[in-house]
C-alpha cells in the first residue's frame, strides 16, 4: 500500500512539472531548425533539470546550474562568432553547444533567475585572471549584500569564496540595475550611471526577448 502512494505521488509530480515547462515547444522547435536536434536536446535536458530543482535550495540550484552549463566547450568569440566580443543569448550558447567566458555567465544568470533566485544576489564579475594574464568575466552570487561573495566560473568548476580565489582579481560587477566597482567583500562602490554605459547590456535583454517569446 505504502509502495503505492509513493508512485502516486510521483505521478502526481511529473504531471504537475508536465504542465510547467521552462521553454515551450514553439522555443524547442526554433532551436531545432537553426542548430538542429542535438541542440533541442540540450534544451529539453535544461528544462527537466530546472523542473527538478523548483523546490531546492538556493545552494543545489548554484551547484547544479553550474555544472551543467559548464559541460559545454569554451571557444572564442572570433571561432564561434567572427566577431571580436559578441554576448550570445543562453539559447545561442546552448544552441552552439559552445561560448566564452561571457556567454556562461549570462546562460547561468538567466537561469538562476528563473529558478527564483533574486537578481540583487547575482552579479557578472569582470575579473582579471592571474594565471592566463587576461580579462575573465564570472558569475558572482552575495546571499546577503555585504556577504563574501561565491563564485561561479569555467575555469574552476567549484565553487567558492572569492576570497579563495587568489588566481582571480576583481575589476567590477553588474546586474540589470547598477555597475559597481568590485571587491572581494562585497560589491563595492557604485558607479553613477554605470548602466547606461553598458550597452551591450541593453542589446542582449533585447535578443532575450525576441528569442524566448
Same mark, same amino acid.
Given at each position: #500500500?505504502?509502495?503505492?502512494?509513493?508512485? +502516486?505521488?510521483?505521478?502526481?509530480?511529473?504531471?504537475?512539472?508536465?504542465?510547467?515547462?521552462?521553454?515551450?515547444?514553439?522555443?524547442?522547435?526554433?532551436?531545432?531548425?537553426?542548430?538542429?536536434?542535438?541542440?533541442?536536446?540540450?534544451?529539453e535536458v535544461l528544462n527537466t533539470l530546472m523542473l527538478s530543482l523548483q523546490t531546492s535550495g538556493e545552494s543545489e540550484k548554484l551547484e547544479k546550474v553550474n555544472a551543467f552549463f559548464n559541460q559545454m566547450r569554451?571557444?572564442?568569440? %572570433?571561432?564561434?562568432?567572427?566577431?571580436?566580443?559578441?554576448?550570445?543569448?543562453? #539559447? %545561442?550558447?546552448?544552441? #552552439?553547444?559552445?561560448?566564452?567566458?561571457e556567454d556562461f555567465v549570462i546562460a547561468k544568470y538567466f537561469t538562476l533567475k528563473q529558478l527564483g533566485i533574486s537578481t540583487d544576489k547575482l552579479f557578472f564579475t569582470y575579473v582579471k585572471a592571474i594565471k592566463?594574464?587576461?580579462?575573465?568575466?564570472?558569475?558572482?552570487?552575495?546571499?546577503?549584500?555585504?556577504?563574501?561573495?561565491?563564485?561561479?566560473?569555467?575555469?574552476?568548476?567549484?565553487?567558492?569564496?572569492?576570497?579563495?580565489?587568489?588566481?582571480?582579481?576583481?575589476?567590477?560587477? +553588474?546586474?540589470?540595475?547598477?555597475?559597481?566597482?568590485?571587491?572581494?567583500?562585497?560589491?563595492?562602490?557604485?558607479?553613477?550611471?554605470?548602466?547606461?554605459?553598458?550597452?551591450?547590456? +541593453?542589446?542582449?535583454?533585447?535578443?532575450?526577448?525576441?528569442?524566448?517569446?
Amino acid at each position: #500500500m505504502r509502495k503505492k502512494i509513493v508512485i +502516486f505521488i510521483t505521478l502526481i509530480a511529473l504531471a504537475l512539472y508536465a504542465g510547467q515547462e521552462f521553454f515551450t515547444q514553439e522555443i524547442l522547435k526554433k532551436v531545432e531548425t537553426k542548430y538542429g536536434g542535438a541542440a533541442k536536446r540540450r534544451v529539453e535536458v535544461l528544462n527537466t533539470l530546472m523542473l527538478s530543482l523548483q523546490t531546492s535550495g538556493e545552494s543545489e540550484k548554484l551547484e547544479k546550474v553550474n555544472a551543467f552549463f559548464n559541460q559545454m566547450r569554451f571557444a572564442s568569440d %572570433e571561432e564561434i562568432w567572427h566577431q571580436k566580443d559578441y554576448w550570445a543569448t543562453r #539559447m %545561442e550558447f546552448i544552441g #552552439m553547444g559552445a561560448g566564452d567566458c561571457e556567454d556562461f555567465v549570462i546562460a547561468k544568470y538567466f537561469t538562476l533567475k528563473q529558478l527564483g533566485i533574486s537578481t540583487d544576489k547575482l552579479f557578472f564579475t569582470y575579473v582579471k585572471a592571474i594565471k592566463y594574464q587576461q580579462a575573465h568575466m564570472v558569475l558572482t552570487y552575495f546571499e546577503t549584500p555585504t556577504s563574501v561573495p561565491l563564485v561561479l566560473d569555467n575555469i574552476n568548476f567549484k565553487i567558492l569564496p572569492a576570497t579563495q580565489r587568489n588566481d582571480l582579481v576583481p575589476v567590477y560587477s +553588474f546586474n540589470g540595475d547598477a555597475l559597481y566597482l568590485a571587491k572581494q567583500q562585497g560589491l563595492g562602490q557604485v558607479v553613477p550611471s554605470g548602466m547606461q554605459k553598458n550597452k551591450k547590456w +541593453f542589446d542582449l535583454i533585447d535578443k532575450i526577448r525576441r528569442e524566448e517569446q
